[in-house]
């Protein structure tokens, strides 16, 4: 396979403001809305969702939030999570030892440097974010007043469709650059036996990260992921969210030619898609694997950041 | 009433550790365990939890986690979350204005700084953790090595119950030092038509805090909450953890005689209890006021952190 | 006095422009220069300065970094230095105790927070920094790529001329919004048998802020301090720097119609002057009344923080 | 050569107590006393030492503080400074746009992760401190009571002598583990014309970090540094402080029998030694070589750190 992303269509910046205007949903739930494709998850849609949990299992679907993580902040600027005790010999809060001894710690945290939700004001282009909100009045040294991850605050909680892509393809992890098209989503949740219905979370698993926390050699280059066609895809089926296994759900090629992340563009700012990086379905697939059933009850609560662009969080499946 | 916490019977530190000896769960589950309570929420209790959402209804149970906390770091040594923005004009990770742009942020938190579980390892007396491990291998520079909130990655997902006190005194919020007896817990909960069930996660009501967040004089003086009787009644009735809207579920009267947590040296060490600190109960004790339904989904998933004592949190209530 | 800044001249934007490019030392010292009236401080007045200790006594002119600084995060967005332990109990770096034992910690400082300079890329009008560069390519998500504190690595070091107001003025401090004018400096000054010279940098103490650290009242309102009219005294004079024991050198009166902050306008973005705030004068101040002698060596060494627009400081003064 | 600490005679525990008490400043300069060797430097050395002082040149002996340093967190739980711009972009306090703009920052700092100095309180055995304390007096989780690094804030201020091993042996930087010993010290410092005086800190150049910084292979192993001999001859000179360009002032080799930091042990608890690690003689040494004068006037402050048992520290020499 010669190029990373071998097989991804090119587009340019005037394709992604084109097909940015046809898949919008500005307007579409109001001009205050701050929500996005989160509107499609109705209460009978958490409802309904809540049915699919038979056997009561529970998966975490984040990785751990330590400094091991993903990230080398000599190259991305983002560094790992620090987490740092700050009392553990037991003082009482004076100094004084009392009668009981207690320990405590801290979190130093990118919110999206760990498992994470993208808040709507993560990122956009030609200065407006979703919903036509211009970055200036949405972002500023205090926080995002427009779109915040607090908006999130309640939750997202709705059907969790998992689409293994490695299994399906017999492999343990997708190989580097490996492309993610529509008709991939197609097959393999054809193959799990799921029909796409407005308001899922689509639970995209490359087997990436997971396998290189694990140690396994992934190869170098890119990240595997969706590529810029699948938003139409997740338009057509009304996916409230995409959650992945890797750094930035979509595929990461070689730095080229044309917008690096036209995904993202389109998805976040456009269509005001929720977006969640850095999972980990290891628990979830191999449940799956065994019982055949490739859906769940997702549950996933942002912290309640006011004026957060993203959150660090722990997701769960349950079952 | 004289005395911020009347009513409150006196226990001494030879009182405590008799009756921790009582209600002990050391063992229960092993001598391995670090879950403590949270083995009473067995998977047939997830499962069952899950079909009381009735209308997809959701509530955050958190305060925002941000500068207006209720710590004062001067007296508690405990500082308030720190929320910044690190980018948010837009340059890529290399300083050059890329196609798009995007913002991102850090936040810096006490793990028990707002809405948060205590972990099992957060506190202890004479030497041992819960399940009889000693602090010093339990506990080092690196985190905790036994009972870490890690170990409550894939959440805490059961029935919650609403011990709405102020509303069934037919007041806002309690009075500083209020304390709350088993006989009181039983009036509030049978009123609510609430028969508490193994595996139950309690959701106690005080009101203070969330009433001086909105501005409200709360009065001077200790937290209103469970007197250290309360640790029989939550063994009797095989609660799986407490959650409340104060600093420590427990009341606090003026600093006296005799120790001033027992209710937490009671639970966390000797019945591995579950206890969550600094919730928000507003939005789903008016909900339960207006449909009646005192009972709700609780679902709660801390960071996974390795070696945390405790971690902030965002849970929610679905009906 | 009615008018906390009583005494202050009013100057609009259109005022601080015109003054701003009769003093503007823009091209002084080459086009790419970035230390501004440091270049002021030349080699033979590094040396001539260490001649002016004589006892070898020293003073420590910095605040405590620690949580009772002078901000208030909730207004001013600064919050107070945090310090805390990461290790005490003395776990070697694997958690298995060692020989020794050892204890770690670490802060966390927003740079203008305690005592510190001012980078000349803190601040700015109608786009553009000192010496002519526009915001956009000095400042990134990744530091100042432009007049940076690390230009200063190797120091400040010259003579030190306390000017002590509220001894000169027979008080212990100055009320609030007490404006400091030319005729000011040149009284205090001449009354310390101080003539001013290039290089020279200027120790201005007000007494407020350590009066207040103190407990006393020091009034409500604004901060005493320079008035913008010193711009023009300091650039005559060739005074490389100005450090003050206030919040922001200048003083602060009321909100009100005009420009809040003409001074630091015309002194970071036009002279390139650099700017010390929140500084302690209280040890230094005493021995120069003891001895009579109103100069020293003056030495502050802010970190090497590649792409800082400012740094914690503790800066001495040798007499 | 065999053996990364080929050379450097074995000690072990009993070996250290004995020589210890030989060595020990306990008490030397009274029972409360928190300075140590610093009280060598009288006010008579601090005045000297600015006469040597003749061009006025100054010398950062600082690394950058940045995430570039030389830790790696997932191994020594060390993690590198972060620095993040809080403001850039110029939002006024409130979020609205003043008539100005102004950029803030921040940075976050182990106390030991840059270049610093040791306090007192860092490093003990036998469960006392320096001076006889007891670590449990000494260090809280609110900081150390006693031997703070706060001790500092008035600064070292006293003649540097630089002892510049790989010019003298006439190298880039010291091999991985080489060990400089008493008659090293006598021979290089010899051989600059330098007599070491009482009061003097002691500059040890080994090469090896700065040089690792500008990409040179430095070769695997621990690091060179003094033997634990030199602690007796750092006694007998009177040295007040030895600061080093290596991780541990001392030498580091393969883990092996006996304890892994003997001098850290004699130096910081015995004789009340001020350490400072990770600095950077590069520019100093070179401009020593070219005016064959070693000698310059040091000038450190710490950061007022109350409870600190470290600093981030730009030292500075002056020639």
């Given at each position: 396979m010669e190029g990373a992303a071998m097989g991804t269509p090119p587009i340019d910046l005037d394709g992604i403001r084109e097909l940015g205007r046809e898949l919008s949903n500005w307007?579409?739930?109001?001009?205050?809305?701050?929500?996005g494709t989160l509107n499609l998850i109705t209460p009978q849609r958490v409802s309904a969702a809540t049915r699919l949990v038979r056997r009561g299992a529970r998966f975490a679907l984040s990785i751990p939030a330590d400094e091991n993580g993903p990230h080398d902040v000599r190259t991305s600027g983002r560094f790992n999570p620090i987490h740092t005790m700050t009392r553990y010999r037991g003082d009482d809060p004076h100094g004084r030892l009392a009668e009981f001894r207690s320990a405590e710690d801290m979190v130093i945290l990118g919110t999206h440097s760990s498992t994470h939700f993208d808040a709507l004001s993560h990122l956009w282009y030609d200065d407006l974010l979703y919903n036509g909100v211009h970055h200036e009045s949405a972002l500023t040294a205090w926080g995002a007043l427009h779109c915040s991850i607090q908006n999130l605050a309640e939750g997202v909680v709705s059907r969790g469709v998992l689409a293994d892509l490695p299994r399906h393809l017999g492999t343990d992890f997708l190989p580097p650059g490996h492309p993610v098209r529509p008709a991939d989503l197609d097959a393999v949740l054809d193959a799990a036996g799921i029909a796409p219905e407005p308001g899922d979370v689509l639970l995209l698993r490359t087997g990436t990260l997971p396998a290189q926390r694990r140690g396994a050699d992934v190869g170098a280059g890119g990240s595997p992921g969706l590529t810029w066609e699948c938003a139409r895809w997740i338009r057509d089926h009304g996916i409230a969210a995409v959650c992945a296994d890797n750094f930035a759900v979509e595929v990461l090629g070689p730095a080229g030619r044309g917008p690096r992340i036209p995904f993202h563009m389109l998805a976040i700012r456009d269509m005001g898609l929720l977006l969640g990086e850095l999972f980990d379905f290891e628990g979830l697939a191999e449940d799956c694997t065994r019982d055949g059933r490739y859906e769940c009850l997702f549950v996933a609560a942002p912290l309640n950041l006011p004026g957060g662009v993203g959150s660090p969080l722990n997701p769960l499946a349950l079952k």
């Open positions: 307007g579409r739930w109001g001009d205050d809305d701050q929500l």
